[in-house]
């Protein structure tokens, strides 16, 4: 079966069904237009790679989690020179710093990077060390909420990373090379990878933006 994720530098096979006069380029046009099966369950079908039909899947409830908020520093030189160094675009930093989605922390001046659920409440934060290699998590992280940059209200593409500083680098690109990265959605995994169920994170993206039609997966 045809992969759902789509790399720029790559592409999926095409089909068409003659008769009925439709085709697509990957197995989640054909489930979607064929088989009419709703988006986000075709998105689930495709990556467990079955190939019989499943109940769609259900998570196991979440227990309700209390994010504890890191002190943070009203100083962020660190951070944004952390990330300059990685060759983050200043504005994008400032920006992130700005719309309160980066932080420093008041401690031993990491980087702090926030997650929000839909009603600004912030629910996740993924620490990562501006010396050194310490990684890992606030106290309290709901990985449902990961980082995320979102601007449009009904987006229709979500592209999505293992990390916040891979999903900064991506969207670095899409202003050098002259687009506007401010119209792209953008999703942190908060450091899982692609396995056999769909990640917490996205699949509380899907629920959260309905109209999400294309989710590319940027390695």
């Known amino acids: 079966m045809l992969p759902l994720y789509r790399n720029y530098s790559s592409s999926n096979g095409k089909w068409c069904w003659f008769s ?7 197995a989640l046009d054909y ?15 495709i990556i467990g790679n079955i190939s019989e039909p499943l109940p769609q899947l259900r998570l196991p409830p979440e227990v309700p989690k209390e994010f504890i908020m890191p002190k943070v520093s009203d100083d962020t030189t660190r951070v944004f020179k952390y990330l300059a160094g990685r060759g983050i675009d200043p504005e994008i930093i400032q920006w992130c710093i700005d719309h309160k989605l980066i932080f420093e ?7 702090l990077f926030v997650g929000y659920n839909n009603n600004g409440e912030p629910k996740y934060g993924a620490v990562r060390a501006t010396a050194g290699s310490y990684k890992g998590d606030a106290k309290g992280s709901d990985k449902r909420f990961s980082f995320r940059i979102v601007k449009a209200k009904h987006p229709k ?8 500083p891979d999903l900064l680098s991506y969207a670095t690109l899409v202003k050098l090379e002259g687009g506007n990265w401010h119209t792209e959605s953008y999703l942190s995994l908060a450091g899982i990878g692609m396995g ?3 990640p917490k994170a996205l699949h509380q993206f899907l629920e959260d933006y309905p109209d999400i039609t294309y989710v590319f997966r940027q390695t």
Do not use: C, M, W
């Open 20 to 26: 009925q006069g439709i085709g697509g380029q990957s």
């Open 31 to 45: 489930l979607i237009k064929v088989k009419g099966i709703p988006f986000r369950e075709a998105v689930e079908r």
């Open 105 to 111: 922390t008041a401690d031993y001046g990491n980087a």
């Open 157 to 164: 593409t979500v592209h999505v990373f293992e990390a916040v």
């Open 196 to 198: 056999k169920n769909v």
